[in-house]
């Protein structure tokens, strides 16, 4: 992936060593974030960091290699998000959403395609796995949702469309809406997405009227924006599979 033009000097030779060493002792990994999302759609962008995804029981052995090896380490928050620093740069270790619902197992590296990065050889995060974290990214400060019309338009015929549903098995209907927004940004590249396989989730939603609705008052819109449908939760007595309340 080009990505050397947005970066500096000193930015480029942060992330190379770090990842050299990484490389070098077998420590996995996969790249995701910005790195992963130009690899798969050609956008380059600057975020000051690196995102690396590792697997919960990894990641206490990352930080303690790094933290050996100089540099700052950092549990951000023990459910999903540690960072480590060096003249002022920062690297992002990640083994789960702030949600809890995409904890990095064995399986995201059985799908993960082999990349370069700064003449190092990586692998991604794959793109089913990278679309199922943003599909939870729309709250009030942050919306995925271009990321994911971006990476539909430019793999959609290749995803594993089989694998994606099976990520998003729960929360289906999330898929959906984001498959119609993508409809609605690309009429002329609808049928990227394959037909069967909308028909089947417009079948789930029909479906859904011929049931009755939850007996329990609930609310989901936590998986997705713990802010805004905090009040739910807290005053409308509605039950949620998460919030977060700081």
């Known amino acids: 992936m080009e990505v050397k033009n947005i970066f500096s000097q000193e930015q480029i030779l942060f992330y190379k060593e770090a990842l050299q060493l990484l490389n070098k002792h077998e420590i996995p990994y996969l790249l995701g974030g910005a790195f992963a999302l130009c690899q798969y759609t050609g956008i380059s962008r600057n975020?000051?960091?690196?995102d690396l995804f590792c697997k919960a029981g990894d990641y206490q052995h990352v930080l303690k290699f790094l933290k050996d090896n100089g540099y700052e380490v950092e549990v951000t928050d023990a459910r999903w998000l540690a960072k480590v620093y060096k003249d002022g740069y920062f690297i992002d270790i990640i083994f789960n959403t702030t949600n809890n619902l995409c904890p990095v197992d064995d399986s995201w590296f059985d799908h993960a395609p082999e990349a370069t990065l700064f003449d190092l050889s990586v692998h991604c995060v794959a793109p089913e796995d990278l679309i199922w974290c943003k599909m939870y990214i729309q709250d009030r400060d942050?919306?995925?949702?271009a990321d994911i019309n971006h990476m539909i338009l430019k793999k959609g015929k290749d995803l594993d469309w089989a694998h994606l549903l099976n990520r998003m098995e729960q929360h289906w209907h999330l898929l959906l809406s984001h498959l119609l927004t993508?409809?609605?940004?690309?009429?002329?590249?609808?049928?990227?997405i394959p037909r069967p396989f909308f028909n089947d989730l417009l079948r789930r939603a029909k479906e859904q009227f011929d049931l009755p609705p939850s007996k329990n008052k609930v609310c989901l819109g936590p998986?997705?924006?713990?802010?805004s449908y905090e009040i739910d939760v807290l005053e409308w007595d509605f039950k949620a599979l998460t919030l977060k309340t700081v």
């Open 142 to 145: 942050r919306f995925d949702g």
């Open 47 to 50: 975020t000051k960091d690196i």
């Open 223 to 227: 998986v997705i924006d713990h802010s």
């Open 182 to 192: 993508f409809q609605f940004v690309y009429p002329s590249e609808r049928d990227i």
